[in-house]
Nanobody
Framework: VQLQASGGGSVQAGGSLRLSCAVS????????IGWFRQAPGNERERVSC????????YHSDSVKGRFTISRDNAKNMLYLQMNSLKPEDTALYYC?????RGQGTQVTVSS
């Protein structure tokens, strides 16, 4: 399985970005797939996850109400819509499925 994230960039506070994760190599795996982030000096944080079987979603308290995770199974794509971005959202974001972690995409939010 390969995961390839894209869509990061630099935005001002209050702006929006949409991250994409292309999933290739396998159609079977753990039920949950999601987005994580890590900023320098900080621990990895689970941001948002979605259950592939029932579509239920999880968002961390720090992003709840601002970020939305979604998927397009036909295209094997995972998305993270990020609105009302804050400087504290600055981090390397990556998608992960089970023990597989894709390369990240940098999100930088300036005040």
């Amino acid at each position: 399985v390969q995961l390839q994230a894209s869509g990061g960039g630099s935005v001002q506070a209050g702006g929006s970005l949409r991250l994409s994760c292309a999933v290739s190599g396998s159609s079977s795996g753990p039920d949950a797939i999601g987005w994580f982030r890590q900023a320098p000096g900080n621990e990895r944080e689970r941001v948002s996850c979605i259950n592939n079987r029932n579509g239920r979603t999880y968002h961390s308290d720090s992003v709840k109400g601002r970020f939305t995770i979604s998927r397009d199974n036909a295209k094997n794509m995972l998305y993270l819509q990020m609105n009302s971005l804050k400087p504290e959202d600055t981090a390397l974001y990556y998608c992960a499925w089970g023990n597989i972690r894709g390369q990240g995409t940098q999100v930088t939010v300036s005040s």
